[in-house]
């Protein structure tokens, strides 16, 4: 079971502001999913291993050697909004 | 003669008979979008002046080709048809968009799809539904509807799209067109929007199975720039094609024939296996225990990373920013939760929040951990019969295309779409779905083939030999 | 301080030593890693962490950490990965920092030092992982903003911690100066630490001797010097005891 206040609580850790109406709606869509995805609880997987990677793949690097940056102009042209070369974002109080 | 109808290579031959210009099949591709793009609406973006480039290379691809809103063109838009990415211009070339312009294609425009490929009918997208071309009141599926939709319409000749847990084949299926999804680290996802990265896989959709290894041969390979794509020879996959299957064992996993599979898909696909039975291939029904289990794995591990991978889009450097109207917080925090608020349609707010769960403290080991526990046995399930199987045989998608909003407000009928697809992603394999047969609606239904991977030869081997014996794959729309 | 002798009181600190590498580029693209540039002039979209755009490991961060992990007497583990830890903060652009937690590249080392009657002592190491730095905030209080710069985003790091074995502030300074005699020797880093290429935070708390379990601890960040550190030390073992003696309880905190 999952409550409005716990719907509200990964809200808050996915930082996404919802309003009261929607946590509600999400609690039950939530609800209804996770108790679907709980028929995984029949099966026992205590010896199994993780897969979090179909490849066996190891040892993938790159030399340390210098590739060319992006300009200034070019990376912040992306930006929404920029200051004197930085990218500039409301103040964050410490 | 309608160029836009014809295949790229029946369009190549006819370039290199000067029977056609590039031009004029680009021009016969902007006519079709012209006519038909206000009803099926497959296009977010479309690009008025593709250049041609006079190419002399033999090797030359100058074909129209549509592009799904994921992955990144230097200095154009690319959103994922999200709102939060609005105004996003990537500063670089995604390495798949690279292989495409060395290759002369011509792009014509980015296709629509699920917000952040979040979907399986292209209804979540800010900028509306895309219209399955056969039967305009239907969904074409999704992700990658627009992609599927813009081929089946003849307003591309043919398109890319990704596939996280059938985003290319459940599609194709819908639009009768065909769908493949390479083995996972066969293409570069580099400059791919991700969704989820275990799972996502670029791919081609084309109108047939010669297509779809040709446009394969120029997207695939290794890219130093993707630590996950695969440091293997790329074979010419169009040497792949061959009219014979005489010999080849096929499993028909008894799990996909059960309860919620629409009958007239089922008939189709069994006509299917025997044209193939007929050709010389034997089949046997065979069984993957964990298939009812897909669905629920895939969930846990395509919205956990994507929980993660989508954290990124707050408001900081690009697309929108949102600022609260009253300080709850802090400036910057209420930027946060304000950005997300309004640049996540509801779908994608579903889905970080069902993968942010399952990765929260607490919940981590009976959801996620859990997942991939599951992911184990189900990728064993297939190890296990492709040491006795060159393939494994099945529909795409249980039903044909269903109606626009008619499961919009039931998330987990959505998601059980996915059903045939999905375990193609968490096990990394290949998988191609062509055309099979047509409802009595007039819906196209889908054919799906699974081999292991890196074994993409033997899928289009079998894809072709079963579309020479058939001609599901010369029907085109009117529109 | 009380002599050794009537003390009541133990010391226990443990350290973490966040290490800049120089490497000639970041952990995880090809921007030079280079210090005191002009702002945002060494990013690309691997390290601004734009949309598409993936992590590829530099394998001289590895020998690095490697070779730092053989100097302090680490097991190197022949399997690692590489984890994500996810936070919400503008100088984080992906809004997680890619770090190992599980399987970290060095593992249960240790360091010698000389503690205060001239007697050889070993302190554990935890552990050592490689990570990736942060970018740069730079608050503008005239115009009501912050600002950030990228050139640092993923410079590589190796997280050095200790076990909590450390017994007093002197230890702690000898620790860091042998610590930061073998990291020279081995030429992966030039630990200046005002340049921000060797950073140490201490998780400080003080207990009865004779007691095992740990006492309520206070973290002391972003001390800009050796001396700083043994000075923060001492101040937080005086306040701790202090408080203890006159009946408050400590509450945790970061002191920064």
Redesign the interface.
């Known amino acids: 079971m999952?409550s409005e206040k716990?719907?509200q609580y990964?809200?808050g850790?996915?930082?996404?502001?919802?309003k009261d109406e929607?946590a509600n709606r999400?609690t039950k869509?939530?609800e209804?999913?996770?108790d679907?995805?709980n028929?995984?609880d029949t099966?026992d997987?205590t010896d199994?291993?993780?897969?979090?990677?179909?490849?066996p793949?190891k040892n993938?690097?790159?030399e340390d050697t210098v590739r060319p940056s992006?300009t200034q102009q070019?990376?912040l042209?992306?930006?929404?909004?920029q200051h004197e070369g930085s990218?500039k974002?409301?103040?964050?109080?410490e | 003669m309608e160029l836009n109808k014809l295949t790229a290579h029946e369009l190549l031959d006819l370039i290199k008979n000067k029977k056609a210009t590039p031009q004029e099949i680009l021009g016969s591709v902007h006519e079709q979008i012209e006519k038909s793009e206000k009803d099926v609406k497959a296009y977010v973006r479309i690009n008025e002046n593709t250049v041609v480039a006079t190419a002399s290379d033999e090797r030359s691809v100058p074909i129209p080709i549509g592009i799904k809103d994921n992955?990144?063109i230097l200095d154009q838009e690319?959103t994922?048809s999200s709102k939060i990415?609005k105004g996003?211009?990537?500063?670089?070339n995604?390495t798949v968009i690279d292989k495409l312009k060395k290759s002369g294609a011509l792009l014509i425009g980015n296709t629509n799809m699920d917000e952040f490929a979040m979907g399986s009918s292209t209804e979540n997208s800010c900028y509306g539904t895309t219209h399955n071309p056969w039967k305009l009141d239907c969904v074409p599926g999704g992700s990658s509807g627009g992609s599927a939709a813009a081929v089946a319409a003849n307003e591309a000749i043919w398109a890319i799209g990704s596939d996280t847990g059938g985003s290319i084949r459940q599609p194709a299926s819908f639009c009768g067109v065909v769908g493949m999804k390479p083995t996972?680290?066969r293409v570069s996802?580099?400059?791919?929007?991700?969704f989820a990265s275990?799972l996502d896989q670029i791919g081609p959709i084309t109108k047939d199975v010669a297509d779809s290894a040709l446009l394969l041969n120029i997207i695939a390979g290794y890219d130093?720039?993707?630590?996950?794509s695969?440091d293997m020879p790329v074979p010419d996959y169009t040497q792949a094609l061959e009219n014979n299957v005489k010999g080849l064992k096929i499993g028909i996993p008894k799990e996909y024939f059960v309860e919620g599979l629409d009958p007239e898909v089922k008939d189709a696909v069994m006509t299917a296996i025997e044209v193939l039975k007929k050709q010389g291939a034997t089949f046997e029904e065979v069984s993957l225990p964990?298939t009812?289990?897909g669905?629920?794995?895939y969930?846990?591990t395509a919205t956990s990373e994507a929980?993660?991978n989508l954290?990124?889009y707050?408001?900081?450097?690009?697309?929108?920013?949102e600022?609260?109207k009253k300080t709850?917080k802090?400036?910057?925090?209420?930027?946060?939760?304000?950005t997300?608020?309004v640049g996540?349609g509801a779908e994608v707010?579903?889905r970080?929040?069902?993968g942010?769960?399952s990765l929260?403290s607490g919940y981590y080991d009976a959801?996620y951990?859990?997942?991939?526990?599951?992911?184990?046995?189900i990728?064993n399930d297939f190890d296990k019969l492709f040491a006795d199987f060159d393939a494994i045989i099945g529909p795409t998608s249980p039903t044909t295309a269903f109606k626009i909003g008619d499961r919009v407000n039931d998330?987990?009928s959505m998601?059980l779409s996915d059903i045939y697809t999905v375990s193609a992603n968490?096990?990394?394999i290949p998988a191609i779905s062509l055309p099979c047969g047509f409802s009595k609606e007039k819906l196209p239904i889908g054919l799906h083939i699974m081999t292991k991977?890196f074994a993409e030869e033997m899928l289009f081997r079998i894809a072709y030999t079963y579309e020479q014996n058939t001609q599901w794959h010369k029907q085109r729309v009117e529109l | 301080m009380t002599a050794t002798a009537t003390r009541k009181y133990e010391t226990v600190i443990g350290l973490e030593v966040h290490l800049q590498f120089d490497t000639a580029t970041k952990i995880f693209c090809g921007c030079a890693n280079k210090f005191g540039e002009t702002p945002n002039t060494l990013t690309c979209?691997v390290c601004?962490?734009?949309?598409?755009?993936?992590?590829?490991?530099n394998a001289k961060a590895l020998e690095y950490a490697i070779k730092v992990g053989l100097a302090l007497n680490c097991t190197i583990n022949p399997f690692v990965k590489f984890d994500?830890k996810?936070y919400?903060y503008?100088d984080c652009?992906?809004?997680?920092q890619i770090s190992q937690f599980d399987l970290p590249i060095c593992s249960n080392g240790h360091l010698m030092i000389e503690t205060a009657d001239g007697e050889p002592k070993k302190i554990l190491i935890n552990r050592a992982h490689l990570e990736e730095d942060a970018g740069k905030l730079i608050h503008d209080n005239a115009n009501n903003c912050?600002l950030?710069d990228y050139n640092r985003t993923g410079t590589p790091l190796l997280e050095i911690v200790t076990e909590p074995d450390l017994r007093s502030a002197e230890e702690a300074y000898n620790y860091l100066q042998n610590l930061k005699l073998t990291l020279q020797y081995l030429n992966v880093s030039d630990c200046d630490m005002e340049k921000g290429s060797l950073r140490c935070d201490a998780n400080i708390s003080i207990r009865l001797i004779g007691e095992t379990k740990l006492g309520t601890k206070t973290e002391l960040k972003n001390m800009n010097s050796f001396k700083a550190v043994k000075a923060g030390l001492e101040h937080e073992i005086n306040r701790h005891e202090a408080a203890l003696e006159s009946g408050q309880t400590i509450v945790q905190e970061t002191r920064l």
């Open positions: 999952i716990d719907v990964v809200a850790l996915a930082r996404i502001h919802l929607e999400l869509d939530l209804k999913i996770l679907y995805i028929k995984l099966l997987v199994v291993q993780p897969t979090s990677h179909v490849l793949l993938v690097y790159r992006l070019e990376s042209k992306i930006s929404v909004d990218f974002v409301p103040k964050v109080i | 992955m990144c690319t994922c990415l996003f211009k990537a500063p670089y995604a996972y680290g996802r580099y400059g791919l929007i991700a275990s130093e720039r993707d630590s996950t695969v964990h009812d289990y669905i629920a794995t969930y846990i929980s993660s954290a990124r707050d408001g900081v450097q690009y697309g929108i920013r600022l609260a709850r802090s400036p910057l925090l209420d930027m946060y939760d304000e997300r608020a996540f707010k579903r970080i929040m069902l942010t769960y929260s959801y951990l859990k997942g991939l526990k599951v992911r184990t046995l990728k998330p987990l998601y968490l096990s990394g991977p | 979209p601004l962490g734009l949309p598409g755009a993936l992590p590829v490991v994500r996810n919400f503008p652009p992906k809004a997680y912050s950030v």
